[in-house]
């Protein structure tokens, strides 16, 4: 399995950026997707997931609102649109591929990319 996340960059607070993670294979159809972050000195934290069909979402309570997740199963493809940045959106951001549920716990992916980075300047 593997999965490539791109998009990252540099925006100033209030912009916007969408990030992509191409997965390979079947292994895509049937599982939940997640994005998670980490900042510097921080631990990884779930950002937003969802399940194997777009039907039903998740959000970390400091996205929500600004961030949406979704996925092109014929494409097998998971987005993470990012709306009104702010500085501490600033970090490493990584998708995860799962299994049925959607779970916000890390110990619930077993799959990672290799992260692509998001920093928001102030």
């Known amino acids: 399995v593997q999965l490539q996340a791109s998009g990252g960059g540099l925006v100033q607070a209030g912009g916007s950026l969408r990030l992509s993670c191409a997965a390979s294979g079947r292994t895509f159809i049937g599982a939940s997707m997640a994005w998670f972050r980490q900042a510097p000195g921080k631990e990884r934290e779930f950002v937003a997931a969802?399940?194997?069909?777009?039907?039903?979402?998740e959000f970390a309570d400091s996205v929500k609102g600004r961030f949406t997740i979704s996925r092109d199963n014929a494409k097998n493809t998971v987005y993470l649109q990012m709306n009104s940045l702010k500085p501490e959106d600033t970090a490493v951001y990584y998708c995860a591929r799962g299994g049925l549920a959607v779970v916000r716990a890390a110990d619930g992916y077993r799959y990672w990319g290799q992260g692509t980075l998001v920093t928001v300047s102030s």
């Open positions: 969802v399940n194997y069909n777009g039907g039903s979402t």
